[in-house]
């Protein structure tokens, strides 16, 4: 966990107080709508269909008990007593009151925690992988390049009013779990011939409604330049990214318009003044992050015989992962139970696990983009009381990288930006697929919905991605697959979308199409779609071209 | 009411500068004017908009990169909420929005009283 130094809470706090006072400028009239969007949406908060959102930031998705239990509270006492974690690891209040706000910060910065940046033109929280610092493929803890991140991008005086919005991604392992290429920017930590570290740089990636892959602007960045050289890339974005067509400020647009040689070669003329500049890292500036971070003090114990039947054994091949110390693993918590909303947990459930955190994991949590809890460190013979307690929690669904681990946005149920509703979808998926047994024969399947192009449910990387649209004021889902987090890779879409009771139906056939081409099991869904492309799959769900109704092309399946 | 503050005083009647005053709108390359600066009066940096925030890179290269040591001055769409972060990236004189009041402005120096930025 990151421990705050003086500085750290101090700024909190003092954000605290400038909201506080922004706020009430705005109630009394001293601050138009326009003016008071801009800033309180870079303290987390948006004003939506029903109410404000408030969304908390949790760096990097780490998070402590105390700040879980806090967090239980807030929800209580100025919400309606649940949270929804978002696919940027952060938390999400439904139901705030605007007037509130400023109180909610000031209990937030009490654990060590704010929404500083979690929405608005600004750099958002840094994302990374959820099992940093415990995963056996490690080359860097991503978590220490991530508060260095986290610290540089808080408040940065010339990027506070970016043409848009910024999101930065670190992963620190050989597998990439931070999915590096669809970000603003994605570092991914290398280690070159000689033994030093250093990032292979991407730039412009991203979803939305222009889903693009980023592309490599440098191969191999010396960490000390990895602060400067983040400078170059947001100056040339900060003046020319595009500012007439919020559709159109992304850096992607501005990396595409310009293509990536000029765009680099850009970056290389800004980097060239601020190359070993001020803002060049130190070994010293690095020691004193890591030395902020506390560490789990592993036991020497053996490694546990793996169960090999029954319902603990399906949880254990499911949400219990590998660690790099022997006797121990990291579990996935899964919010994904049927009929619960994903990622929304209840204060109680928030509270219990925090105890769980604090009994079994060193009073731990991470937070992971698929909207899961991780408990990162639990001795492997304590797994099956893990198990045992957390199913009496409903969160034992041993659901994880299966297809009803469905990743998705808030939607139309919350989001005033949504054209469809997500979270009955992703239900009635749920419903169809509840054969545990089926679910493990189709295997690893990652399946993401949003509710609209905005995409926050990251359906172009889903295997099989689900889109809202709006048609003449109805909600229709269109249906894309062969998506992939890592390595990035977007879907296609399959055809003319569907009313929102044909897509259990749709996914099934899917299902069925994938499980007559694969070569065998291990070939996943992903590698049949991207192997044989959308044109089986197509057959299948809109049937052959000449069977297609003539009078309803778009509704051939209805 | 008086809208301008320069080294964090309100200035209730600016005197008009000797020299020549450059101004400088977010899209402009402050590369063009560098060779002027030296005798300019003052530059000005127009925000249109409260959200463009093009000219605090312009501010940083105006004094980091082309040296200028004179006023500089942030004009436009200021609100007190931009006085922290734009005295960071080098301005020195703001020109206030109509409505904004200059005095009570003058707090949002000590908005914070610590960075990370070095």
Redesign the interface.
Same mark, same amino acid.
């Given at each position: 966990m990151y421990r705050y130094d003086e500085i750290d809470q101090r700024l909190v706090d003092e954000r605290v107080r400038q909201f506080r006072g922004q706020t009430e400028r705005f109630l009394a009239g001293k601050l138009s709508e326009e003016e008071f969007r801009a800033l309180r949406l870079r303290n987390g908060l948006y004003i939506q269909r029903y109410a404000p959102m408030l969304r908390i930031a949790i760096p990097y998705g780490l998070l402590s008990s105390k700040q879980l239990r806090k967090l239980a509270f807030i929800a209580r006492k100025y919400d309606r007593a649940y949270g929804h974690f978002s696919t940027r690891q952060n938390l999400q209040l439904n139901w705030p009151r605007l007037e509130e706000t400023p109180e909610i910060l000031a209990e937030l910065a009490t654990v060590e925690m704010h929404a500083i940046q979690t929405s608005g033109n600004c750099v958002r929280n840094i994302t990374t992988d959820h099992f940093a610092g415990v995963a056996a493929d490690e080359i860097v803890d991503s978590f220490v390049w991530c508060e260095l991140l986290r610290q540089w991008s808080t408040f940065h005086p010339e990027f506070s009013y970016l043409p848009r919005k910024f999101k930065i991604a670190v992963n620190g392992a050989r597998q990439d779990r931070a999915a590096v290429g669809v970000h603003d920017i994605g570092v991914h930590a290398l280690k070159n011939a000689a033994g030093e570290i250093g990032f292979k740089v991407l730039v412009g990636g991203g979803l939305g409604r222009t889903p693009m892959v980023g592309q490599v602007i440098r191969e191999f960045l010396p960490w000390p330049h990895l602060l400067t050289y983040c400078d170059a890339i947001l100056r040339v974005y900060n003046r020319y990214g595009r500012r007439d067509n919020i559709h159109k400020a992304r850096i992607k647009i501005l990396v595409k318009e310009r293509g990536i040689e000029r765009f680099r070669e850009e970056v290389d003329a800004e980097w060239a003044h601020l190359r070993d500049g001020s803002a060049t890292l130190t070994q010293a500036d690095v020691e004193r992050i890591e030395a902020r971070f506390t560490r789990p003090q592993y036991e020497e114990l053996p490694d546990e015989k793996p169960p090999e039947a029954g319902p603990f054994a399906a949880w254990v091949r499911r949400n219990v992962h590998p660690h790099k110390v022997c006797g121990y693993a990291a579990v996935t918590l899964s919010l994904k139970k049927t009929g619960v909303p994903p990622g929304d947990v209840t204060s109680d459930q928030m509270d219990a696990i925090a105890g769980l955190a604090d009994r079994y994991s060193g009073g731990e949590l991470r937070v992971s983009h698929e909207q899961n809890l991780i408990l990162a460190d639990v001795r492997q013979r304590d797994l099956r009381r893990v198990w045992q307690e957390a199913r009496a929690l409903g969160l034992a669904t041993p659901n994880i990288g299966l297809l009803t681990n469905i990743i998705a946005c808030p939607g139309g149920d919350f989001c005033s930006l949504a054209n469809a509703k997500s979270i009955p979808v992703a239900q009635a998926i749920q419903e169809r697929f509840d054969d545990l047994d089926y679910l493990h024969d189709i295997g690893e399947l990652d399946l993401n919905i949003s509710g609209c192009m905005n995409a926050c449910g990251h359906h172009h990387v889903g295997h099989i991605g689900i889109l809202g649209v709006d048609k003449h004021g109805e909600e229709w889902y269109q249906i894309e697959i062969g998506g992939a987090q890592s390595p990035a890779a977007l879907g296609k879409v399959i055809g003319p979308a569907f009313a929102r009771a044909e897509v259990p139906g749709v996914i099934e056939k899917l299902i069925e199409t994938y499980l007559e081409h694969r070569d065998s099991e291990a070939e996943r869904f992903v590698d049949v779609a991207q192997r044989i492309g959308v044109g089986p799959f197509k057959e299948a769900v809109y049937g052959k071209a000449d069977q297609r109704s003539p009078r309803h092309p778009e509704r051939a399946l209805a | 009411m008086a809208r301008l503050i320069k080294d964090r005083r309100v200035i209730p009647n600016a005197p008009s500068p000797e020299g020549e005053v450059i101004r400088l709108e977010?899209a402009d390359d402050p590369a063009a004017v560098a060779d002027r600066l030296a005798r300019a009066a003052r530059v000005e940096v127009n925000f249109p908009k +409260?959200? @463009? %925030? /093009?000219g +605090?890179?312009?501010a940083?290269l105006l004094r980091q /990169?082309y040296g200028y040591k004179g006023e500089l001055r942030a004009v436009g769409h200021i609100?007190r @909420?931009h006085l922290? *972060?734009?005295e =960071?990236?080098g301005f020195d004189a703001f020109e206030l929005r109509e %409505?904004e009041d200059a005095q009570e402005a003058l707090a949002a120096f000590s @908005? +914070?009283?610590? *960075?990370?930025? =070095?």
């Open positions: - | 977010p +409260f959200s @463009d %925030g /093009r +605090f890179s312009i940083w /990169r609100t @909420d922290y *972060a734009m =960071k990236c %409505g @908005d +914070f009283s610590v *960075a990370y930025q =070095k």
